[in-house]
């Protein structure tokens, strides 16, 4: 069977680079070719490099970038993964889907639109059925979005928990990775020995984003869930790995353990269906007394592909009525470009692609 | 008028280095000696110094490290401000008291102890007299404590709140500074491009102390206060000042507004007596949309003495029923040894030294 | 006697910040007004504020930042001290120096210039006498640079050895401070938990800087001093505070303990001068094995106007014919806005303002 | 052909978790026990996990850490694994030895001794001969040394220009990682921020080191190399990946673009032989202007088993008769337990195991 042929869009970014690595040897995808703004035109991955972590083979390193052109993109390839700046992305993407192409983006242009999901597949896999009301989709191009870095995260345990519970309020606070705001982001005088607690739109992000994953899309309407969600953000000196604190309220409400077990025990399709960038377990649960730390789990969820996919949670605490519990996930990873890659395998799985 | 004769005990560690730097010139107290284990004995000041953003005096930092004596201590000196780890404070405390030396302490060893308040001077006030009814105190001996470093910052913004408005719900994320873990602490390979989501035994004191300094001490006991406090804590690779993020909800519910306005204009017994190391303002209210940040807040406060001795707050925004803002505290300074330095300046006012 | 009026360019940057700090309540000087590029335009101090560890008055805070312009400063100021970027200072300051404006600048513009002096006033206060060389100097307009950040911690003692041994050869590596890339500067992915071994034209700077200094200025000419230099620079996460490793050969060779007394005991004029921003002791010698240390040491000075302006050597150990040494320096005050600030007082004790 | 069974020392540092790390899946070596002191028995590698950038198999953390017991490795391993601090790795080393083991170890107590190599097989591959002369050698006990972590980075780029140009003078000025310390090393409050620049004996070692595995072993005697080296050391803040500054003079002077050539091109004994951990290029050689860093450059070296194995070299600059160059390794792998699971792999090709 021969590889879909994908482009990928802001190739210099943090974001586009992650793309890369996680299209690396993919068994389903094969990348046609990287884009990015103008200036870049020309220069090799190699020149541009971001990631730190990943040691990519040679001749992905000496892959070119290529102006961004629509007609050209539309004409190779059949998908597109979009690390475009979210305040440029909009136009490029929806060009792209006019054009016939499946844009699975990481930019927060389109994730309230109106028959865009914001999918995550272990979270919402129902919500993919709300692209087919996209008025390109006929033509084969539609648009589906990865809910921001930091919804990421707590999306699937605050699922697992509704489903098992009822959620009734979530305080999430955040301590979010520098990686999160691109390259070059935060100024390293801001940055070293230093937490800097605002971070724009993202507060409003999580609780927007929270209520339309975890609401319900019936007649080509999304119907938000109803729980209070209160967030605070704030950026803290690591490279990678969104570390969140939540307080939660269920209507049942359960013991520590029963809570741990019911994370832990929790698979969504991409398990059943076994798609290459899933992990065995999407939420791993530690049991360590200082776990989960960015530098130690931001890589969680099996060797191979689904590195840095998995959301590992610790510290579980049942505190009267609430419970108290830490959230870590890769957000360049699985909030990131690892999240738009699964979206496109889930896709595929269900003959979108 | 001479001044009063000080010991400074566990010199050789952060806090009490900070009581030194506290009490270099004080027009109150000065210091008799330095103090602390054994094996420290015979150093200097400059040997062991710890302190990185105070110049001291030279003759400051010549002076000797003595063991720990307390009849020695109990003959020179009236008042003895420790800096002694909690797990061995208890005992030396406690002889120290016995011997009439008023003891200002930031160990945590008393803090729950029957006739021991926690004493903020804008907080509590009043809990000064619980003192008067420790056995001790009829030979001038007695222990007052500060509180955690991390109840300290919220502890003057949820006074000032709750006299306003009531209060009946707290939950709070700390990102607490390495010095918090006095030295050697936190290994640097676990704190460099890291945040560990866990510092023992901080969140039940958070819990328990706010529950007492916002409680009432009637007929020799404590009453605690009754809302909801809900304490998630992290240390996070930033030097010297904690941040904490609160949602809070309140009895009657005012505009955010309101809510600076009520923080901003907050004074208490300190501020009326004009104590030396108090701040003029002990709540500053920051507008800007990134502030309060470690690197630039932590030394707030007017200058000179009450450097560092001012809660700072910023990023007040209502929610629905529910406020949210940020808080940073100097946690050596105020939540350590200026806070002991400012209780000893609060009982001397009030003819107990 | 009043004050001489002088202007703060580039106000906004981090350089400009440690001026107006420089500047505060200083005896000789009182800043007339801030500039910077058009943007900044109407801004307060406060709105851009940089520097991290300094309390500014409120009054300085509420200064308002201009667009810069020659005339109006010209008009209002005797002096300007100069925190422009490199590569845009060259045309303002010699317009400024063409209508009578005596420029301290920290830019490197002009450092090779024909009759430009980098002053250092402990290592080459006749330099100076190149100034009245200029041809706008009869109008009262000149230009006196100071030595890059680099140059400027390692100059002092170089000078202190040459002068009583001879040198040979000069091998030095940098582990230069954050703040010296200026704001935004080196992007935060980068900076954490890394170096960088790369800063664009440090080395050469080093290397010529060095020569011109501890050259002679004879007949309007300079001359340069000949011994080898070489250099290697890196960025290293720390704030504040420029690092250098030194490798040096002397004609005669003392043992380590004679350097040392040679560095402690070395005085230059703004010591027999009692300049303002002078230290006593420009080169500080630590015995201590670990020292100097950029968190420690890069404060260091009398305390008060010359804190940070002292330059602190340690680590001094003799190999055959070869000496080892390490020097810290302060690089937005030395070796940046207090350097000019202390080139400006040397002049006006010269009788050139 | 069944493996070789092996025994990890020093099983709860750093350097004893690369090494399980490096023989994970080794096609030579099966780990046979994990060893520590007395206080770690009984727990398991992941309760003591130090390393945060590879993902161990769950198997691997599973495994149980024993206290360290002569006889008993005697009886199970043929070789030995050693990341016991240098302080106490002395005695139980040699009675390994004794004991019939083949030590590999990281550890310094016995890199001076007589008959002792301290072995980089792309540097010195005749002086495993020395251990031949070990009076353990005829029951199979011996003890091979790698170099300390800031020597190893150098070796093999400076034996490659001495075989081609002759070598004269080295200076050298490190920046060393954090993990060099091993657990819990440096504390963060001295870490974050700052440098150090003392540790304690790397100037010495860096200096006998090179000395004597530049040198030549004859006739049982080691004869060191004679070329002057003068060694600056500091600690920064990075997690891993000494990155060091060098001056060399060669006899014959080459131009910058024929040492890079030299460089690049070099090859030793463990390519020509193909081993398991020996990268193919042991010399990577940068053309960027800002490389090698240790964020994008420790893990150098082919995908596999050699992840960190390379020495990555860049900024080669001719200046005079000098050479100015920076180059880094991975100093808990090539300059730890990877160099000594290399030097394991050479042994048993040259028929010792």
Known sequence: MSKIRVAVLGATGMIGQR?????????????????ASERSCGKKLKDVLKVRDHVFKEETL???????DVKKIAKNSRA??????????????????KNGVA??????????????????????????????????YKNGGYIVTNANCSSTGIAPPL??????YGLDFVSVSTYQALSGAGYPGVP???????????????????ESELAKMLGTY???????????TLANCARVPVI???????????????????????????????????????????????????????ALDAMAGAPGRAKGMSVVVGRIRKSGEYHKLFVLSHNTIRGGAGGAVLNAEFAKAKGML
């Open 103 to 136: 844009v699975f983006t990481n930019a927060g242009a389109h994730r309230m639109d109106r028959n865009v999901a914001i999918l995550i597949p272990e979270v919402n896999p129902s919500h993919l059925n709300s692209v087919k009301d996209q008025d390109t």
């Open 188 to 206: 390293s005088l801001d940055a070293v020995g230093n937490v800097i607690p605002f971070i724009s739109g993202e507060e409003e992000k999580i």
């Open 159 to 164: 699922t697992a928990i509704r489903n098992a």
């Open 240 to 294: 990678d790995g969104h570390l969140e604190s939540l307080v939660i309220r269920t209507d049942k409400i359960p013991s520590a353990d029963e809570l741990a077990e019911t994370l832990r025990s929790y698979r969504g399709e991409p398990q059943t269906l076994k798609l290459p960038s899933a992990p065995e377990q999407p939420i791993i649960v530690r049991n360590e007394d200082n776990r989960p730390q960015p």
């Open 19 to 35: 793309f890369v690595q996680m299209l690396e040897d993919h068994p389903y995808f094969e990348i046609e070719g990287l884009y």
């Open 62 to 68: 000496g892959m070119g970038i290529e102006a961004t």
């Open 80 to 97: 597109a993964f979009s690390g475009i700046p979210s305040d440029i992305a909009g136009r490029t993407e929806s060009d792209l889907a």
């Open 218 to 228: 019936e007649k080509g309407e999304f119907r938000y869930a109803k729980f209070v």
